[in-house]
């Protein structure tokens, strides 16, 4: 796992012992930053279920202004403060050790640009970020979610606030994409 292109370009990162979480492959989050292109500059990342924090350190590298890394275990957080560390990218990386649905109930000091969901998988828990998201709201006016599960975990939400606006199938990884509904 490494950092794919920017600032910390070819930056090795460190993962997490065990199997507790599932970093994106190299070839997805290449697929998905080039997806994201410029919209990540400049932008506030929210990395949820952060795990090693690959996707908020890619971000940071390639010109985000700000990444919120929540993660719940302790071994993880650690890892992802090592590897902001690693890729001279800590002075904009915060790493909040929180319960992600306690941390979305709270409205952030400004809106995040863009937030990265990747929970455990089989567990429900992309369905009920989402909703926790779409209830509260720390998205802007022109923020993307982004939900990275296994195709098999897809269903169609039933949202308030945001809808799909495109599917991405890589292997046995789905990445989904929302938006907030521009009401005229």
């Not at 950092?3 to 070839?27: C, E, F, H, N, Q």
Request: aromatic share 8%.
């Amino acid at each position: 796992m490494r950092v794919i292109a920017g600032s910390a370009k070819g930056r090795r990162l460190s993962s997490v012992p065990g199997t507790s979480t599932r970093p994106i492959t190299d070839r997805v989050k290449e697929s998905l930053f080039n997806i994201l292109g410029a919209f990540v500059v400049d932008a506030r990342v929210l990395d949820l279920f952060a795990g090693t924090g690959s996707v908020g350190i890619e971000a940071l590298s390639r010109g985000a202004a700000l990444a919120v890394f929540v993660e719940r275990d302790r071994r993880a957080r650690q890892v992802v403060q090592r590897n902001l560390e690693l890729t001279g990218l800590a002075g904009r990386g915060q790493v909040v050790g929180d319960d992600v649905f306690h941390y979305v109930a709270r409205p952030p000091a400004a809106p995040f640009d863009l937030v990265y969901v990747a929970p455990p998988q089989y567990q429900g828990l992309w369905e009920q970020t989402l909703r926790a998201i779409d209830r509260t709201g720390v998205t802007g006016e022109d923020g993307l979610v982004v939900a990275q599960i296994h195709p098999k975990e897809y269903v169609d939400l039933a949202l308030q606030q945001m809808r799909l606006e495109d599917q991405r199938r890589y292997g046995s990884t789905m990445l989904c994409f929302y938006r907030l509904v521009t009401i005229p």
